[in-house]
Structures are given as structure tokens and as C-alpha cells.
């Protein structure tokens, strides 16, 4: 009986590995993960990007990307933790939390926010998000700024988007 249940989740993990490996086979290159690195977190993000009508660096008012809040989900639909900024934190459920700093974006699509890779910082605090190198941010659905009028008129406005997307935490190995 032992025997069947070791073969049974060998296989199951070999499926997944083969799934998630076809399906990062076709992230554009600019947010790829360095090689020497695995998955060790799959994730997906749903929640919320709050942006605000304002006065831009080169003068013009527009919306402004003020953060995330998000809750991080693993691939059954259990809540493993979250995601909010800034800065940009992604935190496990267990109080452990990386930070990180943008390395390379890609488009995501009409109406979606960008692909993007991220270098973590060292974790805070023991837990899962220990050994974090690198986080993907993956399969995007909504999450850019709105489309709507931002002028002086309705400068200080803030505006609250939906977005989805799946966030991939790699380490080294």
C-alpha cells in the first residue's frame, strides 16, 4: 500500500513539474528566471491596485500606481498569505516576507499589467519565504490604470482596479 501511494505522488509531482516547466516555456524572455534556480512557491494573486489622479515628475497629472493588496493563493484555493505595497511585499501566512527590486517587465496584453521579474531581498523573519531569489509575475488579467478622465479638475481622485495574476517564487539550487 505504501508502495502504490509513494508511486502515486511520485507521479502527481512529476505531472506538476512537467505542467508548470510547458507552461513557463512560453514566458518572453525579458522575465525569465536565470538558470540555476527552481520553483519552489506557485501562487495566485487576486485582489486590487489602488491608483490616484496627480501631478507626474515630467508635470502632467495622470494616474499614478500607488499599490497592490492582494491575497496569495496556492493552486488548491487555500489562502497562503499576501501580497500589498508599497513597498512591493509578498508575505506567507506563516509571518515570513521578501521584498524585492524589478528587474525586466513584458507586456501582459491589452487591458493587463505586465509580466514582470523581481529579485528578492533576503527574507524577513523564519518561514517559507526563506531562500526566495527571484519572484514571476505571470498570466495577468486587469490591474492597469483606469480608463477614465484624470485632470486637475479631479486631481487627489483615487481609483480602486481588479487584477489577477500568478506569482512564481523560484530559489537557487
Known amino acids: 500500500m505504501k508502495r502504490q ?8 509531482a512529476l505531472v506538476a513539474t512537467a505542467f508548470s516547466q510547458a507552461a513557463l516555456a512560453d514566458v518572453p524572455e525579458e522575465v525569465q528566471v536565470p538558470d540555476g534556480h527552481t520553483v519552489m512557491l506557485e501562487t495566485v494573486g487576486v485582489g486590487e ?8 515628475d515630467d508635470g502632467t497629472v495622470g494616474w499614478v500606481f500607488k499599490g497592490p493588496d492582494a491575497v496569495l493563493n496556492d493552486t ?3 489562502q497562503v498569505g ?11 501566512s506563516d509571518g515570513s516576507s521578501v521584498t524585492g527590486t524589478e528587474l525586466a517587465t513584458a507586456p501582459g496584453g491589452d487591458g493587463n499589467i505586465p509580466f514582470q521579474l523581481v529579485e528578492a531581498n533576503p527574507a524577513e523573519g523564519d518561514g517559507e519565504m526563506v ?4 519572484i ?9 490604470a483606469p480608463d477614465m478622465a484624470c485632470s486637475a479638475d ?7 482596479v481588479e487584477y489577477q495574476a500568478d ?3 523560484w530559489t537557487a539550487n
Not at 491596485?49 to 507626474?56: G, L, V
Not at 499576501?82 to 506567507?92: D, I, Q, S, V
Request: proline share 4%; aromatic share 16%.
Open 5 to 12: 501511494q509513494f508511486a502515486q505522488a511520485t507521479l502527481a
Open 49 to 56: 491596485i489602488t491608483y490616484a489622479c496627480e501631478t507626474k
Open 76 to 78: 488548491d484555493g487555500n
Open 82 to 92: 499576501r501580497y500589498f505595497g508599497p513597498p512591493a511585499t509578498w508575505e506567507a
Open 131 to 134: 531562500g526566495v531569489a527571484y
Open 136 to 144: 514571476q509575475r505571470l498570466a495577468t488579467e486587469g490591474g492597469v
Open 154 to 160: 479631479n486631481e487627489g481622485d483615487t481609483e480602486i
Open 167 to 169: 506569482y512564481i517564487f
